[in-house]
């Protein structure tokens, strides 16, 4: 069964940059994915599904892509309030809904 | 709007019992697949279990295969944990969330309930 691994575990990057974040599937996964946004003392936000769709409310400066076993989510243009955790999550018939480790955004 | 709200979390012994609870408005309840999710302190997600529409398909990570179990009211609009033979390391944030079901991605979640195990 698949395993997720993120890349980098944490990333520091100035308002206006460009933030490409990785997630990396042991076996293919077609587009089984999702990615979420984790701020201190908050819920996960589900921003991204079936790998490239927005979720509902999500400004278009986030978006991803991938298929198979490499994803990523790119933020286009940092806001301060990008930052946060971001964890990307597979479903697979016997693991049910795993996650990724997590990467550590920080906005300089 | 779409709202889920945990409850039951507190403090258990080693071995001992809790039943958390999911109370869901807002939306047809009785349509979505519901999961359960913990967080550890300091830790990433982890994801426990989930439950079909009907209760008639349920699945669960390894780590909590027998010793938890995931059920559902829908007429009650409600989304239970029952957890046995609690551990130390069960110790989290426990949230419920709506699953898409025919899309990947949890779209909705709860504010969280806290489970400590400590003896």
């Known amino acids: 069964e698949s395993v997720l691994t993120q890349s980098p575990a944490t990333l520091s990057l100035s308002p206006g940059e460009r933030a490409t974040l990785s997630c990396r599937a042991s076996?293919?996964?077609?587009?089984?994915l999702a990615w979420y946004q984790q701020k201190p003392g908050q819920a996960p936000r589900l921003l991204i599904y079936d790998a490239s769709d927005r979720a509902t409310g999500i400004p278009d400066r986030f978006s991803g892509s991938g298929s198979g076993t490499d994803f990523t989510l790119t933020i286009s243009s940092l806001e301060p309030e990008d930052s946060a955790v971001y964890y990307c999550q597979q479903r697979s018939i016997r693991l049910g809904e795993t996650f990724g480790p997590g990467t550590k955004l920080e906005i300089k | 709007q779409v709202q889920l709200v945990e409850s039951g979390g507190g403090l258990v012994k080693p071995g001992g019992s809790l039943r958390l609870s999911c109370t869901a408005s807002?939306?047809?309840?009785?349509?979505?697949?519901m999961s359960w999710i913990r967080q550890a302190p300091g830790e990433g997600l982890d994801w426990i279990a989930y439950i079909s529409t009907t209760s008639s398909y349920t699945n669960y990570a390894d780590s909590v295969k027998g010793r938890f179990t995931i059920s559902r009211d829908n007429a009650k609009n409600s989304l239970y944990l029952q957890m046995n033979s609690l551990r130390v390391e069960d110790t989290a944030i426990y949230y419920c969330?709506?699953?898409?079901?025919?899309?990947?991605?949890?779209?909705?979640w709860g504010q969280g309930t806290l489970v400590a195990v400590s003896s």
């Open positions: 076996q293919n996964i077609n587009n089984y």
């Open positions: 807002g939306f047809t309840f009785s349509d979505y697949f």
């Open positions: 969330a709506r699953d898409q079901t025919s899309s990947v991605g949890l779209d909705y």
